[in-house]
């Protein structure tokens, strides 16, 4: 079956004064995958800036009912840090994917993005849950890898995800020629790691 699928790449605010609704639906628009839609940060959302009360719900407020109800998923690809464009994502979310890359500082910054999930459960998105753990630049030949899976399976037995995203020249080469690794290149070891993450999620989403 064709899913709908609402892809918000480089999450991003500026500042303005109209609904955030109209700007979502005037900035969607296909690319690529004729089921796939997605908004860029060049395509530029505005919402009021206020307190940051009000701006952690302006976005949640957004996708009821006219955005949410049209897709069977809606990916937030929040920037790498804890900041309020995270804050806002987090808010508007009803589970957390964790990509981690397989170093050492990721376990930090890992325990830190726990905390604000928790501390975002609390006070304003009490439905948020962490979806899973996802290990990317991953490299079984390292024990620095070995280790960090280890330590992370340990603390999230049932949060982590079987598929893992290799270190791969083609997943860092597609971007450049602006295009996803599936259609840059399928068979690419990242894409078919990606295609695994993809069916593993829908297997996940059917046991709930």
């Given at each position: 079956?064709e ?85 806002n ?10 990509p ?14 726990v ?11 009490p ?24 330590e992370?399976?340990?603390?999230f ?10 270190r791969n ?8 020629f ?7 290149d ?13 069916i ?9």
């Open positions: 079956d899913l709908g699928l609402l892809v918000w790449i480089d999450f991003m605010f500026a500042c303005a004064s109209y609904e955030l609704d109209d700007a979502i639906e005037a900035n969607i628009r296909a690319e690529v995958v004729d089921n796939v839609r997605r908004i860029r940060h060049h395509a530029c959302l505005a919402l009021w800036c206020g307190n940051n009360e009000m701006e952690t719900q302006t976005l949640d407020e957004a996708w009821e009912p006219s955005i949410k109800q049209k897709y069977d998923y809606i990916i937030i690809d929040c920037p790498p840090e804890l900041g309020l464009l995270t804050l994502g987090l808010c508007a979310s009803d589970t957390v994917l964790i981690l890359q397989c170093e050492f500082y990721s376990l930090e910054g890992l325990a830190q993005l905390e604000t999930i928790r501390l975002v459960k609390q006070k304003y998105n439905t948020i849950d962490v979806e899973g753990i996802l290990f990317t630049m991953y490299d079984g030949r390292l024990n620095l890898t070995n280790q960090v899976v280890n992370v399976k340990k603390h037995p049932k949060k982590v995800y079987k598929t893992v995203i290799p020249v083609r997943l860092s080469e597609a971007p450049s602006g295009k996803p690794v599936m259609y840059f399928k068979s690419s070891k990242g894409a078919m790691s990606y295609e695994e993450l993809g593993e999620f829908l297997k996940n989403q059917k046991k709930k």
